[in-house]
């Protein structure tokens, strides 16, 4: 797994009505701060790829569907510099958070039947100005999306 | 509107690869602490209700399917104390964030074809000690949830 990348599986407690699904607690050894809530929605065989955050941390799930996230680690000063992880989570399947620290390429892919749900509780707040962005057939990063 | 309850539009951007759905900033006015983000599922047709926090602060919305909430004010010094309030938020209609102070009564029902999706973003973590139960059928609130 890439330096500073954490996947931790999440609890669901279900019963006839439907169910409750974890996501971040403020006593989570993951948590720092908070700065925003928000969702993607990915639809069925699109990606959005590549972006890279300069300061933010992501706190990334999927409560519903199912949705395949690359990351890509190019930071000169890593000791997984070169490496590219693939991990995908979904509500039935492999319901987990995952942190990506700033300075990593990723992109996602929703790989359900229906446009699936993704929630970002990040450590700040959303701004143009901390994002960049690759395009998704930039050969810097071994990965192929498919057609 | 019961004193306290507070229903804020949300914004949604599309696009054809699906959306971005904006939820709570830590600049928002509505925004205090954070203390935990987790996920109810409500299948169609199903009732979650009563319930009560004493302490806890809930920001809520739907980003997927439709909800019926209703709030109960009982509060002994509050100027709507007896007022019912019915709100229903969905990702397609009246994408909201719904804000609900302690110590009012609240329930849900999902009112999608599909079971629907509610996101908390509240200002402690759960915690069963500060949570209080009434039946669906409890006589002292005044709203049927139907058959």
Redesign the interface.
Known sequence: MIEGVVVQPLRQIAD????????????SPLFS???????????PG???AWKRHKLMTQHLTV??GSVRFVIHDDRPDSPTQGHTDIIEIGDEDNYCLLKIPPMLWYGFK?VAAI?S?I?N?ADM??SPEECERAEMLDNCIPYSWGA
């Open positions: 006839e009505r439907g169910k409750v699904m974890h996501m971040l607690r403020e006593d701060r908070f700065g925003e809530v928000y969702f993607s929605v990915v639809n699109a990606v959005k409560p519903s929703g446009p749900l929630a509780c707040a959303h």
